[in-house]
């Protein structure tokens, strides 16, 4: 866990400016569901605790929905393909099974294979709640999903469109249905 821990540290600089486009939504995205605004200063990413403050990147457990990795060739480099999907079904499950959240936000929600498809395909039960937010059940666990794009091509900074009409308003009802069950 330390290690990486360390190695996800080394992608998100200090400066928001200097962050690659995934981690910037990725922290932005923890930003609003842990009640805030998106924003591209420090402070804002840090949550009070008894303890003192506390990084959003420390309060939150990040899993991948396809454990292996695109090579580059035909198609999106990096998107799963449908086979990957199937293939790391079981290994999804099973990592919800074992973290149990209370929220579970996918970022790829696009055509074809994404992560919208790979958390689809563990889902047993869903209730949608608009577009992008539902209560699923995956097992024993229940859970507010909210499904967005990608923020390295979509949302990632902070001016753009998607993330003020889209991704915070989804992501501010997750936070609300997964405080007020």
């Not at 923890?30 to 990084?55: K, Y």
């Not at 579970?104 to 790979?118: F, L, P, V, Y």
Request: glycine share 8%; with cysteine; net charge positive.
């Amino acid at each position: 866990m330390e290690r990486r821990r360390e190695q996800i540290r080394q992608r998100v600089p200090e400066t928001y400016g200097q962050r690659n486009q995934h981690m910037a939504g990725v922290t932005t995205a923890l930003r609003v569901l842990f009640g805030g605004e998106p924003g591209a200063d420090r402070d804002g990413e840090l949550l009070a605790t008894p303890d003192g403050p506390v990084h959003v990147l420390d309060a939150y457990a990040m899993a991948n929905s396809v454990l292996c990795s695109r090579r580059p060739g035909p198609g999106r480099e990096g998107a799963p393909t449908s086979t990957m999907i199937s293939n790391c079904s079981p290994y999804l499950r099973a990592t919800i099974k074992a973290l149990q959240p209370t929220v579970i936000h996918s970022q790829g929600r696009a055509a074809g294979s994404s992560t919208h498809q790979a958390v689809e395909r563990v889902v047993d039960q869903v209730s949608e709640i608009d577009e992008h937010v539902a209560r699923v059940r995956i097992g024993e666990v229940e859970a507010i999903w909210c499904s967005l794009r990608h923020p390295a091509r979509n949302w990632g900074q902070l001016g753009r469109p998607y993330l003020h009409e889209v991704a915070a308003p989804a992501l501010e009802t997750t936070r609300r249905l997964a405080l007020d069950p």
